[in-house]
Nanobody, 127 residues
């Protein structure tokens, strides 16, 4: 059974950095379109970044220039390096997977296409 476990969240001041990790198991990680989403209280889940099997990436406008998504297929792990954090980045961050699939840019706006989700890791940015 597929499992995604996020880690690395925490509380930082504005301008700080965090690196999130997502350890995957139970499916062929290297085959999957992988993504990071986030959800703030009272708001809908929104896409942050996606990375496909061939390591090409797509970012939400809010993440461009500040966040970097990457993957280590040997370690079955997805990462999100977040720099220059802002209070508006405060949210629960989730990793998501769609095995045996390429990614499409529009999937940033369609979390429903991802079949596997982690439990989330909280990121809180104070001003």
């Amino acid at each position: 059974q597929a499992q995604l476990v996020e880690s690395g969240g925490g509380s930082v001041q504005a301008g700080g950095s965090l690196k999130l990790s997502c350890a995957a198991s139970g499916y062929t990680f290297s085959s999957a379109c992988m993504a990071w989403f986030r959800q703030a209280p009272g708001q809908e889940r929104e896409g942050v970044a996606i990375i496909n099997r061939r390591i090409s990436t797509t970012y939400a406008d809010s993440a461009k220039g500040r966040f970097t998504i990457s993957r280590d297929n040997a370690k079955n792990t997805l990462y999100l390096q977040m720099n220059s954090l802002e209070p508006e980045d405060t949210a629960m961050y989730y990793c998501a997977a769609r095995p045996w699939s390429d990614c499409y840019d529009s999937w940033l706006f369609h979390p429903e296409v991802f079949g596997y989700w982690g439990q989330g890791t909280q990121v809180t940015v104070s001003s």
